[in-house]
Nanobody, 121 residues
């Protein structure tokens, strides 16, 4: 399974972005997909996850009510809609596939290479 993120870029505080994660090599139906991020000098952290059938979604407190995760299995794509962006959201954003939703890096089976989001005036 290969994962490729896109949609990152430079945005002003308060702005919005939508990230996409496209899978190839294998159907996405079998996996929960998470979005993670790593800010400069910080550890990678899981911020959101969606189960294989979209029956459940999870968010960390830092992004809850601002970010929305969704998936379209027919398109083998998972999205992260981000609103009300803050400078502290600046990071490289990764999508990751796992058997069940997890915010532990040890539970991830596949990683994308990331897309940079910069929130700055």
């Amino acid at each position: 399974l290969q994962l490729v993120e896109s949609g990152g870029g430079l945005v002003q505080p308060g702005g919005s972005l939508r990230l996409s994660c496209v899978a190839s090599g294998e159907t996405l139906d079998n996996y929960a997909i998470g979005w993670w991020r790593q800010a400069p000098g910080k550890e990678r952290e899981g911020i959101s996850c969606i189960t294989d059938t979209s029956s459940n979604t999870y968010y960390t407190n830092s992004v809850k009510d601002r970010f929305t995760i969704s998936r379209d299995n027919a398109k083998n794509t998972v999205y992260l809609q981000m609103h009300s962006l803050k400078p502290e959201d600046t990071a490289v954003y990764y999508c990751a596939a796992s058997i069940i939703c997890t915010f532990a890096t040890s539970g991830v089976d596949y990683w994308g290479k990331g897309t940079l989001v910069t929130v700055s005036p």
